[in-house]
């Protein structure tokens, strides 16, 4: 059999290509290894529409968290469970600077932040001398539910291969691809950090992240909020377990968890939690991160069948529902991409 696209990788961007083309027709092969350390299936899922220490608003947030809603609770019908929760963060001030920022934030922008003090409802279960202050809304996505079920569906559909992709294998020719025996009429790049080693794609403007998590146990608080520290965030995991992380690491000596991120979010956790608490597991991941922190989506100017939906960095839970709409419809109607994450704008460089 003859697939339209070949598409490599199997996270987050991935999977939501895959869908995308499929609802529209197009036949797919998906080629992933199921690691269990890539980087969607490490990422706790959270969708924060304010970003940074000033809390301003996500870029085109207003776009993209309707997008997410109505993507995630399509894929939650379709495989009848929910997997997106409608939610809030529950910030908890580490300073009165801290604190005074986010009430003149929350001034300005009543749609997203609320600067009523919960403090009392949370003091038996944190630390509160600051008091606190509520993000809303906020989206938590079961990713891994997601990611299994959507692998189990490819591979029942006879459009998973099960192996790891390796570009000395693929033999690509305008009009045509061939890797192992498998022909098709394109290929598109959805393999996270690997894609930046890409000799098609190396030269776009790569910045490997990493990032570290706990996952712990925690059974005093409930799992209906999400809680945050300064840069730790609490979030409900699986099992009843809470993911507690992450750690952008742009100097990173090894892609391993390390002591000292351990050592530090326990002395964090230790201060800020009043109820008892046990560490289950330390993971760690490379984000596909970039230095303009927009997407790289589209094809590439010299190889018009070779394809990139990548580089979303830690906003992929919000971006990628939104923009794998885009480029299914750029793919099969030739709708346009929007230019901030075209590849377009970097066409002198892939051209070289």
């Not at 979030?235 to 968890?257: C, I, Q, R």
């Not at 390390?258 to 984000?287: A, C, G, M, Q």
Request: glycine share 8%.
């Amino acid at each position: 059999m003859e697939f339209d696209y070949l598409i490599v990788g199997q996270g987050l961007c991935g999977t939501l290509l895959a869908r995308q083309l499929i609802n529209a027709g197009k036949r797919i092969l998906v080629i992933d290894d199921g690691k269990p350390d890539a980087s969607s299936r490490v990422a706790g899922g959270l969708i924060n529409p304010v970003t940074g220490k000033r809390m301003v608003r996500s870029w085109l947030i207003e776009e993209l968290l309707p997008a997410a809603i109505e993507e995630y609770s399509a894929i939650g019908t379709e495989i009848g469970e929910q997997v997106v929760h409608v939610t809030d963060i529950i910030d908890c001030h580490t300073s009165s600077e801290d604190k005074m920022q986010f009430y003149e934030r929350a001034s300005d922008d009543r749609e997203f932040l609320n600067s009523e003090d919960q403090t009392v409802a949370f003091q038996h279960l944190f630390h509160l001398p600051f008091g606190t202050g509520q993000i809303k809304p906020a989206l938590h996505i079961k990713i891994g539910t997601i990611l299994n079920n959507w692998r189990n569906r490819l591979d029942a559909s006879g459009m998973l291969a099960n192996a790891t992709f390796d570009l000395e294998s693929c033999h690509i020719s305008p009009g045509s691809v061939s890797w192992n025996g498998i022909k098709a009429s394109g290929i598109i790049f959805c393999d996270g950090e690997a894609a930046n080693a890409n000799p098609y794609f190396h030269m776009l403007p790569w910045s490997k992240d990493k990032g570290e998590v706990l996952i712990v146990s925690i059974p005093g608080i409930p799992g209906n909020h999400i809680y945050r520290h300064g840069h730790i965030s609490i979030v409900p995991w699986n099992d009843g377990l809470f993911w507690v992380g992450a750690s952008h690491d742009w100097k990173y000596e090894t892609t391993s968890p390390t002591d000292t991120f351990r050592t530090n979010t326990i002395s964090i956790i230790e201060k800020w939690l009043k109820v008892p608490y046990r560490i289950i597991d330390h993971r760690s991941s490379l984000r596909p991160a970039n230095f303009d922190r927009k997407p790289f989506i589209g094809f590439h100017p010299n190889m018009p069948n070779v394809g990139i939906f990548n580089g979303m960095g830690g906003k992929g839970f919000s971006m990628a529902p939104y923009f794998a709409k885009q480029f299914a419809a750029n793919i099969t109607n030739g709708a346009p991409i929007l230019a901030d994450v075209s590849i377009e704008r970097y066409k002198k460089i892939l051209s070289r």
